[in-house]
């Protein structure tokens, strides 16, 4: 070993473990999602539902999963994004793109908003005021049905075409492409964030915030940042929902899509960003067959995949297939 420290140190560092580059993941993720819209032209619909519910869930797991902030709001902030992206299309101007940025705007604002008087609370107490955001933020669009349509929902809007040359056909090709594009790039930030010190240091104040408060991190800044950068994300997940489907409803607001966020984020696992993209992918395929199969009791069926994921956790599970595939093929041989 060599005496010089410094030598030491640069040692330490070659040898040390390096993370995987952060265009890697959202790389594959688009590359997939191309490969799905070339062989699937039928159900550009479902992909389009799948890509937003991906972003959503993915700006969740940026709150519970690495933040640790457990909530039944979020809802709230995708809501307030589509809203705004619905209200810009009908009365301002149709161009999607200035949609999209003033759905992430509104996002960031009413999270860091609500974040500046959340973040005072930890545990129960922080969820139960979750809720109690999402209701007013609903109760607000009930009240000003002039503006969002309330029971109604808000609709009469056409999205002009996107750059001034794709338009949103009946078919869904631009509006699978236009979702599949923002979940990539939101994809791609998330992971920047998350691989950085910054990212780190959440992780840090996740574990353990008394220690981290003790090491001299700001960490009600910390959180109200994340909190915020998942509000743009959920954002910019309902100008997505918005400006595809070309229609709000207030069920975009609703307690039952922030408990399905959460269910989505258990069965993908949670903290791990990927694990957002599975889980959604996963539950909103669970619906869509289960539902075609019978839609008075499909949730039977997400009700069971959730209690084997919770029973059986993916490590285990993984293990038990490593270790009978193996086995199969040897039996196949013989």
Not at 70 to 87: E, K, S
Not at 171 to 183: C, E, W
């Amino acid at each position: 070993m060599s005496l010089d420290p410094a030598a030491n140190r640069l040692g330490d560092v070659a040898s040390a473990p390096r993370c995987a580059p952060a265009w890697r993941a959202p790389l594959v993720l688009l590359v997939a999602g191309l490969v799905a819209w070339w062989l699937l032209p039928d159900q550009l619909g479902l992909l389009t539902r799948i890509a937003i519910m991906m972003l959503l869930v993915l700006s969740l797991d940026l709150v519970v999963g690495v933040a640790g902030l457990p909530t039944l709001g979020h809802a709230a902030l995708f809501g307030v994004g589509a809203y705004t992206a619905g209200i810009l299309a009908l009365r301002v101007t149709a161009d999607p793109l200035v949609g999209m940025v003033a759905a992430i705007g509104t996002g960031a604002v009413t999270a860091l908003a609500s974040g500046a008087f959340l973040l005072r609370y930890q545990g129960f107490s922080f969820l139960m005021l979750t809720v109690a955001v999402g209701q007013i933020v609903l109760q607000l669009a009930h009240t000003f049905r002039g503006i969002t349509g309330g029971d109604d929902g808000l609709s009469g809007f056409t999205m002009a075409p996107l750059l001034g040359r794709f338009e949103f056909d009946l078919f869904g090709r631009t509006g699978a492409l236009y979702a599949l594009i923002v979940l990539v790039i939101g994809y791609y930030v998330a992971r920047r964030v998350v691989d950085s010190p910054f990212g780190l240091a959440v992780r840090g104040i996740h574990e353990n915030r008394a220690r981290m408060a003790a090491l001299g991190t700001p960490v009600i800044a910390r959180l109200l940042a994340v909190y915020t950068l998942a509000g743009a994300l959920a954002g910019a997940a309902g100008a997505l929902s918005a400006q595809t489907n070309a229609i709000v409803g207030l069920d975009s607001l609703s307690f039952a899509l922030s408990a399905e966020l959460l269910v989505m984020l258990v069965l993908g696992g949670a903290g791990r960003l990927h694990g957002a993209l599975v889980g959604a992918l996963v539950f909103t395929l669970l619906h869509h067959t289960a539902s075609s199969i019978n839609p008075y009791h499909w949730l039977f069926v997400v009700g069971g995949a959730l209690m084997a994921v919770v029973l059986l956790p993916p490590g285990k599970a993984w293990a038990w297939l490593r270790g009978r595939v193996p086995a199969l093929a040897a039996r196949g041989r013989s």
